[in-house]
């Protein structure tokens, strides 16, 4: 079992990054898929970006709403993955969670949330002038 914890959120103005990461512990990342999702208070948890590892192969795949903006990677001595987020917009604004799962775990990492089995506890993103 993995324990996952997010940290790097916090307060920005539009057109600025912030990098957010997501520890783990208890298992290394690279066992998992490993993805980022947001979630805005009333709405369904939507899906950011996820990674996954495969020999020298690496696996990533984003949301169109922040393809260009938002990269994901993994640092394997640190155990963590990273969302690097540029260009932030004020539709950005929301709860950003990281999870881990075994499915895709050596291929295609899935992009709906049912699919993985542990959670961080989520950072606040908020992005506003």
């Known amino acids: 079992q993995v324990q996952l914890v997010e940290s790097g959120g916090g307060l920005v103005q539009p057109g600025d990054s912030l990098r957010l990461s997501c520890a783990a512990s208890g298992r290394r990342l690279s066992d998992y898929a490993v993805g980022w999702f947001r979630q805005v208070q009333g709405k369904e948890r939507e899906f950011v970006a996820c990674?996954?590892?495969?020999?020298?192969?690496?696996?990533?795949s984003y949301a169109d709403s922040v393809k260009g903006r938002f990269t994901i990677s993994g640092d394997g001595a640190k155990n963590t993955v990273n969302l690097q987020m540029n260009s932030l917009k004020p539709e950005d604004t929301a709860v950003y969670y990281c999870?881990?799962?075994?499915?895709?775990?050596?291929?295609?990492?899935?992009?709906?949330?049912?699919?993985?089995?542990?959670w961080g506890q989520g950072t606040q993103v908020t992005v506003s002038s």
């Open positions: 990674i996954s590892w495969s020999a020298d192969l690496t696996y990533a």
């Open positions: 999870a881990a799962g075994d499915e895709g775990a050596d291929s295609y990492p899935p992009r709906r949330a049912s699919a993985y089995d542990y």
